[in-house]
Structure formats: C-alpha cells, structure tokens
C-alpha cells in the first residue's frame, strides 16, 4: 500500500472512530495492550477491532465524488524482525452514510518481535478519473490513519532459551549464559539458535524466570544478557565473510535474522567498513554496541 506525498485535501480524524484493539495471545485476550507480557516467537497473535466511518463526512471533507472507491487497509510492521505486511483490506460502500466495519487478523508469532505497530488507514481503492484540483486522486492516497504500537519484548533478538546446569555440559562452569549460533545462513533460525542459562548460577536463573516482573538485580542481568546475546550475533555475522545487506535471505533464516541485529545496530552502513572497523578497533568497537543496545538503560 504506497503512500502518496502531493498536498490534497484530507478529512479531520473525527471522519472514523475505531474501537480498541482486542489481543489475543495464547488463550488470553487484552484489550487495547501496551505490552504483552511473556510473549515469545512461539505466541501467535489474533487482533480485531470495530471501525466506524462516516462516509459522507469523509467524501465531503475529501472533495471526493461518490463513486470514489475507497478502502479500509491495517498494516503491521515489526522492530524486531524488520517484518512490514499488510493483514486486512476491505473496500468501503460506494454511497454515503455510516459504515460498520471488523477488522479480523492473524499474526504469526514467527514473523514478530519488538514493537509491533499496527496502522489502520483509509485510502483511495482506484485512481480517480477527473478530480477536483487539491484532491487525491491516485491509488494508495491515504486520506485517514492511525496508529497503535504494542510492546513484544525490547529490540533484543528473540529465540529459544533452555535452562542448564553448565556441570553437565561442556560450558565452562562459570559462564553465565551461552549462545549458540549456525553457520548456514541459509538455515532456519528457530532450528538453529539456543541461549543457553546456567541454572546452577542462582542470580542468572533468578533474572530469567522473573523476567516478566524483574528485580533492580534481574533487570541488570537480564540488560547485560541483551548486550552480550547482541554482540554475538554482530560477532557472528561479520564472521561469515559472504554476509551482506543485499543478499535476499530466506524468510525465517539466520542470514535474514543476522541481517535485521546489523541493521538495527549499524542503520544504513555497509558490512565491510563495520569489519574494518571491528578488526582495528575492537575496544570501542565493543563501546559502539553497548550504547546501541543502551545497555542499562532500563534499570531503575
């Protein structure tokens, strides 16, 4: 759904009042969430909400004729898996009045992670053929928008965590956690990324069952787990030399998952300076991802 940036006319916000939005997770529906607790790849989301629209008020307002089609579109974006797709569309009637509209959606907790944003707009459905000067009149012309942002987790990467007694692996005893990475980018991530907590390090195990609800003493942990977790992962991708921003990864992949961590760190920045970087400065290139990550941030 491209947005279009000629002036036009737009109607005032009161032209379409939504409900709340109705979240469902693993059983549980919230309404109107600005977080949802506990939620993790494996939690797929089911949204809904109501959307009244006063066609007249929206056409008037618009310099819209009557047979101008129009449509009701939400789409979400996600901040951790720099996902973007578009869940509902619907076309509104052709005449005027007031139009009653459900928004059904289903999200794969797969394709999610970090803020998810979910944009309800109106837009033009078709081009018009002899609009009024200052009026929209192209396909994906948005007349009315709003946004709702729901806090997943923080923008740290999310995959499987399994507790272990390091005493019977080959973990060093007094590692606090451990991470394991694949080597195929082509590889799918759920199947092939582990964070592994040393439950014999009662602090460390403390922190991650109550993440949910932290302590000041688990937020420290669980922050300094973030920034560890990240830099591994940056770690990790600039070793695998043919990993770059441009190659067209698998959805789901390591290479997909890698390439989202070093976007969010490294906005914009080509791979090869970051490793050069990396390799003359590995101090403050150190530095450079705990202020990315804000480590601590959070604490209070």
Not at 37 to 57: F, H
Not at 226 to 251: F, G, K, Q
Request: proline share 6%; net charge negative; aromatic share 8%.
């Amino acid at each position: 759904m491209a947005r279009t940036v000629f002036p036009y006319r737009r109607p005032d916000q009161q032209c379409a009042d939504p409900s709340a939005w109705l979240v469902t997770a693993a059983g549980r529906t919230y309404e109107g969430p600005i977080a949802l607790p506990g939620w993790d790849y494996n939690t797929d989301l089911a949204i809904a909400r109501d959307v009244r629209i006063d066609l007249s008020k929206l056409r008037e307002q618009s310099g819209l004729p009557t047979d101008a089609a129009l449509l009701l579109a939400v789409v979400w974006e996600s901040s951790g898996s720099h996902q973007r797709s578009r869940c509902f569309r619907e076309k509104l009637p052709g005449l005027d009045g007031i139009a009653n509209l459900q928004v059904d959606a289903h999200l794969r907790g797969e394709d999610l992670g970090g803020t998810l944003t979910l944009r309800t707009a109106i837009v033009l459905a078709e081009q018009v053929s002899t609009p009024e000067p200052f009026t929209a009149h192209l396909p994906g012309s948005e007349l009315w928008s709003e946004e709702f942002r729901i806090v997943l987790e923080d923008d740290a990467p999310l995959f499987p965590v399994a507790m272990v007694d390091f005493a019977v692996t080959t973990f060093p005893l007094g590692t606090p956690w451990s991470v394991s990475v694949g080597s195929n980018p082509d590889s799918a991530a759920m199947g092939s990324l582990m964070l592994y907590i040393n439950e014999s390090i009662d602090a460390v195990a403390h922190a991650f069952r109550n993440a949910g609800d932290p302590t000041t003493a688990d937020a420290v942990l669980l922050s300094a787990a973030h920034a560890d977790v990240t830099r591994v992962l940056i770690e990790h991708a600039l070793s695998i030399e043919e990993l770059d921003s441009s190659i067209d990864y698998p959805e789901g992949s390591i290479g997909r998952m890698l390439q989202g961590v070093m976007h969010r760190i490294f906005p914009d920045e080509d791979y090869k300076s970051i490793r050069r970087r990396r390799d003359s400065q590995p101090a403050m290139f150190a530095d450079e991802v705990h202020d990315a990550v804000r480590v601590f941030s959070e604490v209070r």
